[in-house]
């Protein structure tokens, strides 16, 4: 993978740290998941409900590599049907823009790059991990997870999210997303690394 789709990678709350090809025709087995496949879809299609947000984040990324946690803080902007920014401000300057089928990075007053997902597949999964539960596609998350849910539609609840397939498995262990409501309030992401991160959001 070249710098440039690495770093892209990074600021999509991921950072592996390999190219793996990403299909989808090779299930992994689903053990002891939930049959809880309605209430996956009643929630996601209460967030999805909801064509625009503003909210503040704040991130922590836990990486074997280093000795103390990675924390930042900024603000996510969503607009439906496909437009998520993740604005960094702290502790350094970073925009995350994914429109469409387009990442646009940049970084301080660096000039930003622009990535197509459509020639990165890696960059794909990622772009689709953070617009899917956003837009209420569950047909798209599927394609990558198998979803369960736990809780209640109409107050707290939680999505788990786990590899449906070999190749997405390399890269991920599980995604954790919980909320209130219509909202998400916090994104957990745990790699088969063993590196994870952790976004909470404010409404």
Known sequence: MKASARLACALLVLSFGSTVPIMMDRAVAQENLPTSSALADTIL???????????RFHE????AALTKPLESNGTLKWRAPDYL?????APRREDLIINGKSVTVARGAAQPQILDTARNP?????????RAPLSGNIVLLRRYYHVSASGNEGSSWTLTLVPATADVAKL????????????????????????????????
């Open 45 to 55: 299609s209460r967030i999805g409900a909801v064509h625009a947000r503003e909210n």
């Open 172 to 203: 991920l262990k599980k995604v954790v997303i919980t909320g209130t409501n219509n909202a998400i309030t916090q994104l957990e992401i745990l790699q088969a690394n063993g590196d994870s991160q952790t976004i909470t959001i404010s409404l």
């Open 85 to 89: 920014e993740k604005l960094t401000e």
């Open 122 to 130: 890696e960059l794909q999964l990622l772009a689709d991990t953070l």
């Open 60 to 63: 922590v990324r836990v990486l």
